[in-house]
């Protein structure tokens, strides 16, 4: 179990229909990569967020499968259109079968 | 001809200027709050005539990242340490929320440390670690760990903006003076003192980078070469190391006293903790 996790996102309150708006996501984690090893010689234990993924309303915006070789704190900004008030969900999958989850709602304004 | 050599001459300054800084206008806004990143020097520096915050001295890039606070990886450690903060530990039950409603209330606390109280001169670390031990009978954090410059963080952050102000007068007076006397002695292999690089040489390159002024008012800063955030003392280690000197225990009386006399040197600077430096 990773310790520390804490998901962050950042998203406008409000946005204009058919906007596109910028979205910033940040997990606190350690993404131990698997390849390293420790202090004996034995190999430190792949754990890191392998998928990513964000929802608006339910119909899916971005599903991202991750390597080991992203960094400590991964890291996302990408852009959506936002043709409606609603609610982004955000979802992270951990090696280890936990699931971190975050929403933000966005209105129309 | 003298066309020519009046163009290269020209290009010449263009460079050495360039050289100085990143961006001389460059604003530090964070929240669309500016930040005082250059005032005028305390009367008890000698050799210089405007304080500037090490921010001034980083890449576009890396300053960047200290104007957003989502951006500034930093915030990762205030969050955690706000889980800290309502965190129960020790054999009192307490945990920091027990006797501070809210952390505000310390806005303003980091100008004004280290400060002296009954003679003895103490850092903010040492006030954090005396409530853990005295009211909450807990152990003591370490100076550098990450629990403690994540609670470090969280509680300058509340004095973010606020002009740095710390006495050095009174009480306070013959630390001030020690913590002047270490950073103009020279120490180490490389026989170097702070002021070398800090004073003599700022905006001057060392090696690929930018000597700043060696202000503290970021601290505890996130360092991208490190990816955490990193106490003032340990940073007085890693200057004490680069200059082959055996560096001083972190919480020191040495150190104390430094940190004592670098903060004063920062006077007027606005405190950015946590800043974010390469």
Same mark, same amino acid.
């Given at each position: 179990?990773?310790?520390?996790?804490?998901?962050?996102?950042?998203?406008?309150?409000?946005?204009?229909?058919?906007?596109?708006?910028?979205?910033?996501?940040?997990?606190?984690?350690?993404?131990?990569?698997?390849?390293?090893?420790?202090?004996?010689?034995?190999?430190?234990?792949?754990?890191?967020?392998?998928?990513?993924?964000?929802?608006?309303?339910?119909?899916?915006?971005?599903?991202?499968?991750?390597?080991?070789?992203?960094?400590?704190?991964?890291?996302?900004?990408?852009?959506?259109?936002?043709?409606?008030?609603?609610?982004?969900?955000?979802?992270?999958?951990?090696?280890?079968?936990?699931?971190?989850?975050?929403?933000?709602?966005?209105?129309?304004? | 001809?003298?066309?020519?050599?009046?163009?290269?001459?020209?290009?010449?300054?263009?460079?050495?200027?360039?050289?100085?800084?990143?961006?001389?206008?460059?604003?530090?806004?964070?929240?669309?709050?500016?930040?005082?990143?250059?005032?005028?020097?305390?009367?008890?520096?000698?050799?210089?005539?405007?304080?500037?915050?090490?921010?001034?001295?980083?890449?576009?890039?890396?300053?960047?990242?200290?104007?957003?606070?989502?951006?500034?990886?930093?915030?990762?450690?205030?969050?955690?340490?706000?889980? +800290?903060?309502?965190?129960?530990? *020790?054999?009192?039950?307490? #945990? /920091? &929320?027990? @006797? $501070? %409603? =809210?952390?505000?209330?310390?806005?303003?606390?980091?100008?004004?440390?280290?400060?002296?109280?009954?003679?003895?001169?103490?850092?903010?670390?040492?006030?954090?670690?005396?409530?853990?031990?005295?009211?909450?009978?807990?152990?003591?954090?370490?100076?550098?760990?990450?629990?403690?410059?994540?609670?470090?963080?969280?509680?300058?952050?509340?004095?973010?903006?606020?002009?740095?102000?710390?006495?050095?007068?009174?009480?306070?007076?013959?630390?001030?003076?020690?913590?002047?006397? +270490?950073?103009?002695?020279?120490? *180490?292999?490389?026989?170097? #003192? /702070? &002021?070398? @690089? $800090? %004073? =003599?040489?700022?905006?001057?390159?060392?090696?690929?980078?930018?000597?700043?002024?060696?202000?503290?008012?970021?601290?505890?800063?996130?360092?991208?070469?490190?990816?955490?955030?990193?106490?003032?003392?340990?940073?007085?280690?890693?200057?004490?190391?680069?200059?082959?000197?055996?560096?001083?225990?972190?919480?020191?009386?040495?150190?104390?006293?430094?940190?004592?006399?670098?903060?004063?040197?920062?006077?007027?600077?606005?405190?950015?903790?946590?800043?974010?430096?390469?």
């Amino acid at each position: 179990m990773a310790k520390g996790v804490k998901p962050r996102v950042k998203v406008p309150k409000t946005a204009a229909a058919g906007e596109t708006i910028t979205i910033k996501t940040l997990i606190s984690h350690k993404m131990e990569s698997g390849q390293r090893k420790d202090g004996d010689g034995n190999i430190i234990p792949r754990s890191i967020i392998n998928r990513f993924t964000t929802d608006f309303n339910g119909q899916n915006v971005i599903d991202v499968t991750i390597e080991p070789a992203v960094s400590t704190n991964p890291y996302f900004q990408f852009e959506a259109v936002v043709p409606e008030a609603g609610e982004f969900k955000f979802t992270w999958y951990d090696d280890d079968g936990s699931v971190y989850e975050e929403t933000k709602k966005v209105a129309i304004g | 001809m003298k066309t020519k050599i009046i163009i290269t001459s020209i290009a010449a300054i263009a460079v050495s200027a360039g050289s100085l800084m990143a961006d001389e206008d460059a604003q530090l806004v964070i929240d669309d709050e500016a930040m005082t990143i250059q005032a005028d020097a305390p009367a008890h520096m000698e050799n210089v005539d405007e304080v500037l915050s090490g921010w001034i001295f980083r890449s576009r890039e890396t300053q960047a990242l200290q104007m957003d606070d989502f951006d500034n990886p930093a915030f990762i450690f205030v969050d955690q340490a706000l889980d +800290l903060w309502d965190k129960v530990d *020790g054999t009192e039950g307490k #945990s /920091c &929320s027990s @006797c $501070h %409603e =809210d952390v505000a209330e310390f806005a303003g606390l980091r100008t004004k440390m280290p400060r002296v109280e009954d003679g003895n001169l103490v850092t903010m670390e040492e006030l954090v670690n005396e409530c853990r031990t005295d009211r909450m009978g807990a152990e003591p954090w370490k100076w550098s760990k990450g629990n403690m410059t994540a609670m470090t963080a969280l509680i300058g952050l509340q004095s973010r903006g606020m002009p740095m102000n710390v006495a050095i007068d009174g009480d306070a007076a013959p630390y001030w003076e020690k913590g002047k006397e +270490l950073y103009y002695t020279r120490v *180490g292999q490389l026989d170097m #003192s /702070c &002021s070398n @690089c $800090h %004073e =003599d040489n700022y905006g001057n390159m060392i090696r690929a980078d930018h000597l700043s002024q060696g202000q503290i008012n970021g601290f505890p800063t996130y360092r991208l070469k490190n990816a955490k955030l990193n106490s003032m003392h340990g940073r007085f280690k890693g200057c004490m190391k680069n200059i082959r000197a055996t560096p001083y225990k972190e919480g020191s009386p040495e150190f104390k006293a430094l940190e004592l006399y670098l903060a004063s040197r920062g006077t007027g600077l606005a405190v950015e903790t946590p800043s974010v430096r390469n």
